[in-house]
């Protein structure tokens, strides 16, 4: 999926020329942030970000995970949808979870122990009071 990287909007649209809804397309092009965006010159369709507002972005408190999956399973492209570097920025096995049909909640709730270690490990870095 390209991002918007090519676009006014990085970041902030996901598209693919074969994602089967249409509603919403863009096209990324040569700029000074991207020489060489992926699905470069070609009509991209998915979904605009970009009508979300400041104060809805803030009352997120985690990661939306739906979108991502609404996006897999609307792509139907079974595991060739994910690359290998998405394992390694996910930094979790999410593309088996997310292909073997767990639900979001169910996926979270295999982050929780390695939460709780990182919580305890980085205390001791700590140089004001934790907020949780």
Not at 63 to 80: E, F
Not at 84 to 100: C, E, H, P, W
Request: aromatic share 14%; net charge positive; charged share 25%.
């Amino acid at each position: 999926m390209s991002l918007g990287r090519g676009t006014d909007y990085p970041f902030r649209v996901v598209g693919h020329p074969d994602f089967p809804l249409k509603t919403f397309s863009f096209i990324a092009k040569v700029n000074s942030a991207n020489k060489s965006p992926l699905y470069m010159n070609k009509t991209c369709y998915g979904l605009d970000f970009r009508n979300l507002s400041t104060d809805e972005l803030k009352q997120m408190t985690q990661i939306n995970l739906k979108w991502m999956m609404n996006v897999y399973s609307t792509m139907n492209k079974g595991s060739g949808f994910f690359t290998d570097y998405f394992d390694k920025l996910a930094g979790v096995d999410m593309r088996n979870q997310i292909t073997s049909g767990q639900s979001e909640e169910q996926i979270r709730q295999s982050w929780v122990n390695g939460i709780e270690q990182f919580i305890k490990k980085r205390k001791k870095y700590l140089l004001y009071e934790d907020f949780r």
